[in-house]
């Protein structure tokens, strides 16, 4: 046994210098410029741990092309670096650029090939997800869970008056909130609750089982045969423990609704109404086949896609408005601006807002399309601190041919976000933190909701919903309290803030300090 397995070892190892070898002889001319990197490993040890965009565009500098390519182990990576190529790709040629990169730890060994991140575009049910994710957070869908939002804003504001200095957990647990009572109809007491530990683990293992560069076996698939027995297969006995605990963990909100649908106590969401009735989407047809059905394949769509929702919203909404509180911090005219907009609003003066109350102007959906300039600071959050610098990696379904540059069949293709946000072509003085540039009629700068939500067939369903819950929190936040940082030479620091390097991507937080606006502070609860 012991002899084979160093066979197996030797075999496998010979095959995967082979590969390298043969890889780094290719020819390079057609595929775009970059750093070659090593024979074994390609650019893998040059990547930086932290703001990969920033070395992404200093090569794209550096090779005096937008496009630029490199390989780590065998897999050809291709960032692009402006606006043109990655419309004229992951837009104009979405039919090529919405796959996404084979994970083989993660979509194979760990059984999350359905999910609908991972899944590839040229699935058909991909395009289910989408439709039905289309319906579930769209327009109307976002209206009908304004009353969940609003109420979730007032438990935010009395959070805020009780505990400021927790600031940020009470973002955390209202995105949370929002999302489980919209998928789930779940009501969650705090942070400490048992689905939000559930969802937790699943990201956490999900991170950990997609991390770039982290598994041979997604760049030499021939591993995946390796009997978990083998020395030396951790991995994989690793991978198929991981397995099991995510199927189960998928399972405990589903079948939770399940059975409050069974005993008819459930609260209408996301699941219940899948599983149950007939959705009319826009052209009234796809959803009647769900109807009445609690088991097998729709079912299981349902759970994938209700999975999607809380993966999707929990830290995209909190990345942006984290660094919104500590923008708001740091730029004080702004923050006045804004206020004095939403006074105007509440139809009072000098910050002398009335009671807190549930009914309150500023949580009437309408007054909060009127508050343009808060428009215009929720754009330069997204576009100043995008939420997704590298959205997320697209792959290419055949072999394409763009600029002269081949773009082989299984790339990754990076959008670099950043690079666009941060692209004096496009923005004035774009390390600058200026609203304005939005509010010119005419002469303003370009929306960077374009680029913040990503591209093509997996662009962001969820940005209406987001963006009217963003909107609601930042106007309730500004309408009953100022935010000042707690040294005041951070104000002088602004060019060396720290960003954190996650899949979505933040201000790093410092202390501020968060004070009730005069009158406010006598009449918030206790
Ligand atoms: C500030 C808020 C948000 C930002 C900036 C954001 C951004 C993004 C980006 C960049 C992508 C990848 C697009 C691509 O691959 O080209 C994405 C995908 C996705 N987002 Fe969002 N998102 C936000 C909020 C939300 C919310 C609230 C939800 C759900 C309630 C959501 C659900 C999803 C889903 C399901 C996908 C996967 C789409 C697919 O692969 O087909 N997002 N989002």
Not at 19 to 26: E, I, S, V
Request: with cysteine.
């Amino acid at each position: 046994m012991a002899e084979a397995a160093v066979l197996l070892v030797a075999c496998l190892s010979s095959f995967l210098f082979l590969t390298c070898f043969l890889l780094q002889k290719r020819p390079r001319q057609h595929l775009p410029p970059g750093p070659l990197g090593s024979y074994l490993y390609g650019v893998k040890n040059q990547l930086p741990s932290s703001e990969p965009w920033k070395t992404y565009a200093k090569w794209s500098e550096t090779y005096r092309s937008p496009i630029i390519s490199f390989r780590v182990y065998n897999r050809t990576i291709v960032v692009l670096n402006d606006l043109e190529s990655i419309h004229a790709l992951l837009d104009q040629r979405a039919q090529i650029y919405s796959e996404r990169p084979m994970s083989w730890m993660y979509n194979v060994i760990c059984g999350r090939g359905k999910s609908v991140f991972n899944i590839p575009a040229s699935n058909p049910r991909h395009r289910t997800y989408r439709r039905m994710l289309q319906a579930g957070l769209g327009q109307r869908a976002t209206k009908e869970a304004w009353d969940i939002m609003r109420k979730e804003t007032e438990v935010l504001v009395v959070g805020l008056a009780k505990q400021p200095d927790n600031w940020l957990q009470h973002i955390r647990r209202h995105a949370a909130a929002v999302i489980m009572k919209v998928a789930f109809g779940y009501t969650i007491s705090s942070l400490e609750d048992p689905f939000i530990k559930v969802a937790e683990e699943t990201s956490k293992i999900s991170g950990w089982a997609m991390a770039p560069g982290r598994w041979l076996v997604d760049y030499y698939p021939i591993l995946q045969h390796v009997p978990s027995f083998v020395p030396g297969a951790q991995w994989k006995r690793q991978g198929l423990a991981w397995r099991e605990r995510l199927t189960y963990l998928s399972e405990v909100p589903h079948n939770w609704v399940k059975e409050e649908m069974k005993n008819d106590t459930y609260l209408e969401s996301f699941t219940s109404r899948f599983l149950q009735f007939d959705l009319d989407d826009e052209d009234g047809s796809v959803f009647s086949k769900f109807k009445s059905n609690l088991g097998g394949e729709e079912d299981d769509i349902v759970k994938w896609c209700a999975g999607g929702l809380y993966a999707g919203a929990a830290d995209t909404t909190v990345s942006a408005l984290t660094s919104f509180v500590l923008l708001m911090a740091l730029y004080p005219e702004v923050q006045r601006k804004a206020q004095q907009e939403i006074d105007i609003v509440l139809g009072v003066e000098d910050g002398s807002i009335g009671p807190y109350d549930v009914s309150s102007p500023i949580s009437d959906m309408e007054n909060l399309g009127a508050l343009d300039y808060l428009q215009a600071v929720m754009k330069e959050v997204l576009r100043f601190a995008p939420v997704g610098n590298l959205a997320l990696p697209h792959a290419t379904l055949y072999d394409d041919e763009y600029q002269g540059c081949i773009i082989p069949k299984g790339a990754s293709v990076i959008p670099n976000v950043w690079a666009v946000m941060h692209d004096p072509k496009i923005y004035h003085e774009p390390f600058a933190f200026r609203p304005e540039r939005f509010t010119n009629g005419d002469l303003a700068e370009p929306d960077p909701r374009q680029f913040a939500y990503g591209f093509g067939r997996r662009s962001c369903p969820g940005s209406h919903f987001a963006e009217t819950s963003m909107l609601l929190v930042m106007a309730n936040i500004l309408a009953f309290y100022s935010v000042a940082p707690q040294e005041n030479s951070l104000l002088e620091k602004t060019r060396e803030l720290e960003f954190t390097t996650e899949i979505t991507s933040n201000i790093r937080p410092f202390p501020v300090r968060i004070t009730p606006r005069r009158a406010t502070s006598r009449v918030l609860p206790a």
